[in-house]
C-alpha cells in the first residue's frame, strides 16, 4: 500500500487566496464520522489560507450519492467559484458499494464540466472504516484537507490563464 506510514496531508505552499473566491463544501451525512472529519480538514485549511467566512458555504445531502445534485446547488445558488464534495463509502457484502462510487465520481465530474467549474472529489471509498479514519484525520492525513488544497490550486489555476490565444 503506496500510503503506509505517511501522512498526505502536509502543504507547504498554497497558492494566494483571491478574496472574491466563493468556496462550497457539500457534505454527506451518512458516515458522519468520517465526514465531520473531513469537513473539519476542509474548514481549517481554508480558514488558515484566509478564505473570508461569507465566501464559505457548507451544505449537507443524506448521502454521496446526493453530492453532485448538491454541488450543482452551490454552484447555481450560491454561485460558488469552486465545490469540494466530502463523503465516505465504505465497502460493504453487496455490489452498492461500486455502483455508489461509480455514480459519484461520474456525476462530480459532469457537474465540474458542465459548469466549468473545479468541483473537488473528496470522496473516500475504503475497504474498513479503520482506512476511512486513517485518512479523515488520522495516521494518513486528512483528504478534506487535500481536497481544500485542491480547490485552491485549481482556482489559483483559472484566474492566471490567459483569458484568449
Not at 465545490?83 to 457537474?111: M, N, P, W
Request: proline fraction near 4%.
Amino acid at each position: 500500500m503506496a500510503t503506509i506510514n505517511k501522512n498526505l496531508s502536509d502543504f507547504q505552499h498554497l497558492p494566494k487566496v483571491n478574496e472574491k473566491w466563493k468556496i462550497a463544501i457539500v457534505k454527506a451525512e451518512w458516515n458522519e464520522e468520517i465526514t465531520d472529519g473531513l469537513l473539519d480538514g476542509a474548514m481549517d485549511l481554508l480558514i488558515n489560507a484566509d478564505v473570508p467566512a461569507h465566501h464559505m458555504k457548507t451544505f449537507e445531502v443524506p448521502g454521496s450519492f446526493e453530492l453532485p445534485l448538491g454541488a450543482q446547488w452551490a454552484i447555481e445558488r450560491f454561485k460558488a467559484d469552486a465545490v469540494i464534495c466530502l463523503g465516505s463509502v465504505i465497502r460493504g457484502e453487496t455490489a452498492h458499494f461500486d455502483y455508489v462510487c461509480q455514480a459519484v465520481s461520474q456525476g462530480i465530474k459532469d457537474v465540474s464540466i458542465k459548469h466549468n467549474v473545479p468541483v473537488i472529489f473528496g470522496v473516500l471509498t475504503d475497504d474498513t472504516i479503520e482506512q476511512s479514519r486513517a485518512r479523515s484525520g488520522g495516521i494518513h492525513g486528512n483528504k478534506g484537507t487535500e481536497a481544500a488544497v485542491t480547490a485552491l490550486r485549481m482556482l489559483h489555476l483559472r484566474d492566471s490563464m490567459p483569458s484568449s490565444r
